[in-house]
């Protein structure tokens, strides 16, 4: 009997788990004969559906309803919980290590394969920015979504019981850094819910959050235009969000966020937005790469000039077929993420059966931003829209998008009964230390050095 053949799925976001999961379908014959096996190889048995994390972040939506899991989804495949470190195309080997692997101290694993998917995705581009390291905060999982959460709230705490004004004053400043989706999203979304919690205690007024958003190029959101992006501004201004164009920040060592422009923000809130960048572990392979770091891959979603290795999403510098400036590249966001791995799936599976391939083109249908509840900017299709149509629209888009009908029902059951109920205002900070008050309790008691009574 002959081995089947082997998919390697390197990552499982949105081309990892949208690609493996139209793999399923496109061939269920040969899976079910045995010809074909299907890995996919992801650091978290779930895929998270990012543009959901601002919602999350304010409560709107349950943290376990912006994942997808794996292994329910992909039920003909096979999930390895791990990460692939470095990849040697010429031998068709990737090596990987597992949670197995860490417990037996074994090191990294070989796994070889006939067709291979890079779909790692893409992790936060940082800046050597001083202090950085030790006080900034990311938003790009719901771990991190939902700890920020749990932030902004405990910070409330500690402002409502000081009496220290500066701790009062650092506590209630929060200093969001990058003017993309992600930050101008979250921003809203937890502004809105802090203002909201803030009439539950009784000496902090929305009017003393201090909210700062700092992007270093002239405007916001350029995903939806130059007019919606003013519009954004202005509404952000609107509510007392302090937002500085053309800024960057200098430091944020000793909890004192430095900028550009020379402001001084004493802050325990430092979060950061301000782009991303290939995952290492493209750098750590010997296919093509661009300037940028991205592997460089034809319109058929294959990598230049190597056969059976495939890229799509943030990982790949695809061309854009539709665009009419020659050598333009595909965005690499979601809306082509998607499409690619549909695409993707479709030729790996023509490949296998000698069929011909088809390009990928797909002209970019527009953006769609939160700008916290019931407003928002939107660009579509030539169509400018504001406030709540924008607002609407970018709620049914993201619906109509989000995995499994399974989720779908589960968010919009969520959306309703927070428009019938109070927001939930409650800190679960705990949760990061879940083993914390268990040691305190098992810990040994403190040595007096009294001695027994006789």
């Not at 690609?19 to 779930?46: C, K, M």
């Not at 990311?138 to 991190?144: A, I, L, R, S, Y």
């Not at 040691?439 to 040595?447: G, K, M, R, S």
Request: aromatic fraction near 6%.
């Amino acid at each position: 009997m002959t081995e089947p053949a082997r998919i390697l799925v390197v990552g499982g976001g949105y081309v990892g788990m949208y690609t493996a999961l139209r793999l399923q379908r496109q061939l269920r014959a040969e899976l079910r004969a045995g010809a074909v096996e299907i890995v996919v190889v992801t650091p978290d048995p779930y895929m998270t559906y990012q543009p959901f994390l601002p919602e999350a972040a304010a409560g709107s939506i349950s943290p376990r309803h912006v994942v997808v899991p794996l292994r329910r989804v992909l039920d003909r495949c096979r999930i390895v919980i791990g990460e692939v470190r470095s990849v040697d195309h010429a031998k068709r080997t990737a090596s990987l290590s597992t949670l197995a692997t860490a417990e037996e101290g074994t090191g990294t694993v070989d796994l070889t394969y006939d067709e291979l998917v890079i779909a790692p995705g893409s992790v936060s581009r940082t800046l050597p920015v001083p202090g950085l390291p030790d006080h900034g905060i990311g938003f790009k999982t719901v771990e991190e979504a939902i700890g920020l959460r749990n932030h902004v709230i405990e910070q409330m705490d500690i402002a409502s019981s000081t009496r220290d004004p500066a701790i009062r004053d650092a506590a209630l400043t929060f200093v969001f850094v990058g003017g993309g989706y992600a930050g101008v999203e979250a921003l809203a979304e937890l502004e809105d819910m802090a203002r909201y919690t803030a009439r539950y205690y009784h000496n902090v007024k929305p009017g003393d959050l201090r909210w700062v958003l700092v992007e270093a190029s002239d405007r916001i959101l350029p995903e939806v235009g130059e007019e919606m992006g003013r519009y954004a501004i202005r509404e952000l201004r609107g509510r007392n969000i302090d937002v500085r164009l053309e800024t960057r920040l200098e430091s944020c060592e000793d909890r004192v966020a430095v900028l550009s422009d020379g402001t001084r923000l004493p802050t325990r809130t430092v979060v950061w937005t301000a782009g991303v960048k290939p995952a290492p572990v493209l750098a750590e392979t010997d296919l093509p790469r661009n300037e940028r770091g991205r592997l460089r891959c034809t319109a058929q979603l294959a990598v230049e000039g190597v056969a059976h290795a495939w890229a799509a999403g943030d990982a790949a510098a695809v061309p854009d077929v539709t665009a009419e400036e020659p050598g333009r590249e595909c965005a690499p966001n979601a809306q082509h993420a998607v499409r690619q791995a549909r695409v993707l799936a479709e030729n790996i599976a023509a490949s296998l059966r000698g069929q011909p391939l088809k390009e990928y083109a797909h002209a970019y249908a527009g953006s769609v931003a939160s700008l916290g509840l019931h407003k928002g900017v939107a660009h579509v299709y030539g169509r400018k829209l504001k406030g709540y149509p924008a607002w609407f629209m970018h709620r049914a888009y993201h619906l109509s998008r989000v995995p499994t009908f399974n989720r779908k029902a589960r968010v919009l059951a969520e959306w309703t009964l927070s428009g019938l109920f109070k927001r939930e205002i409650v800190s679960l900070g705990s949760l990061e230390h879940p083993r914390a008050e268990f040691e305190l309790a098992a810990a040994p008691p403190p040595d007096t050095g009294d001695k027994p009574s006789s």
